[in-house]
């Protein structure tokens, strides 16, 4: 894939941010990186949705240093870079506040694992990691010790990372975890919630993962 197709859909991914309902003014951010993992395409900051287009994309190398752009890049790059370097099989990384995964990583309680669309997503509960400061690579760190084999995870006191393969990837993972959030804070004002058992889980995680979308989805369906 040629850079500049890379920056066309790192702006359109960032656009889909807002879209969702995933962010407020110039907050949160998307990247991915190039096939041969040497530059990552981000957001710049503090620029408006509304008036970014794929020229305002920022390019930098794997240490930061901006190769191309003329706009500095998101004060999140650096947790950015630690996740590409920590985790080869991720090609996205996405960065939100969204409003009610975020309030559980205001008072640092994972998601937990109380419904089966969770289950089917993430795999279990979405972890939540502890507060690291902006501006350096020790939330990705953090990060990275916490996600685990979720595509989410929560920062404490800051909000919520998301990654994926692919930059849809991500994306889905960012808008189902404020989705699934939502459900479950709405759900903890009627009552005690309860997690679904472990194998359960797994079964859930598997299906979704492995025949969700094929002809094998449901028991009992053949050609």
Same mark, same amino acid.
């Given at each position: 894939m040629m850079l500049e197709e890379l920056r066309e859909q790192v702006w359109k991914g960032n656009l889909?941010?807002?879209?969702?309902? #995933?962010?407020?003014?110039t907050g949160g951010n998307l990247s991915a990186i190039t096939a041969d993992r040497e530059l990552i395409v981000i957001k710049p900051s503090g620029i408006l949705?509304?008036? &970014?287009?794929?020229?305002?994309?920022?390019?930098?190398?794997?240490?930061?240093?901006?190769?191309?752009?003329?706009?500095g890049p998101s004060s999140d790059t650096a947790s950015h870079l630690a996740i590409y370097a920590g985790r080869e099989d991720v090609g996205s990384v996405v960065h939100t506040h969204s409003r009610y995964a975020?309030?559980?990583a205001a008072?640092?309680?994972?998601?937990?694992?109380? #419904?089966?669309?969770?289950?089917?997503?993430?795999?279990?509960?979405?972890?939540?990691?502890g507060y690291a400061q902006i501006g350096s690579d020790a939330i990705g760190r953090e990060l990275l010790a916490a996600i685990g084999d979720s595509p989410a995870v929560l920062m404490r006191q800051h909000?919520?990372?998301?990654?994926?393969?692919?930059?849809?990837?991500? #994306?889905?993972?960012?808008? &189902?975890?404020?989705?699934?959030a939502h459900t479950v804070f709405a @759900?903890?004002?009627?009552?005690?919630?309860?997690? #679904?058992?472990?194998?359960?889980?797994? @079964?859930?995680?598997?299906?979704? *993962?492995?025949?969700?979308? *094929?002809?094998?989805a449901s028991t009992g369906v053949s050609r």
């Open positions: 889909a941010l807002p879209a969702n309902g #995933l962010v407020a003014w949705y509304t008036d &970014m287009t794929p020229a305002d994309m920022v390019v930098v190398d794997s240490t930061g240093r901006v190769v191309d752009g003329d706009r975020t309030a559980f008072v640092g309680k994972p998601i937990p694992c109380c #419904l089966t669309a969770i289950a089917d997503e993430f795999g279990g509960p979405v972890p939540c990691g909000g919520v990372f998301t990654i994926g393969s692919t930059i849809n990837k991500a #994306l889905q993972a960012a808008v &189902m975890v404020e989705d699934v @759900a903890m004002q009627l009552g005690q919630i309860e997690e #679904l058992p472990a194998a359960e889980i797994a @079964a859930n995680h598997d299906r979704y *993962t492995n025949r969700y979308g *094929t002809i094998n």
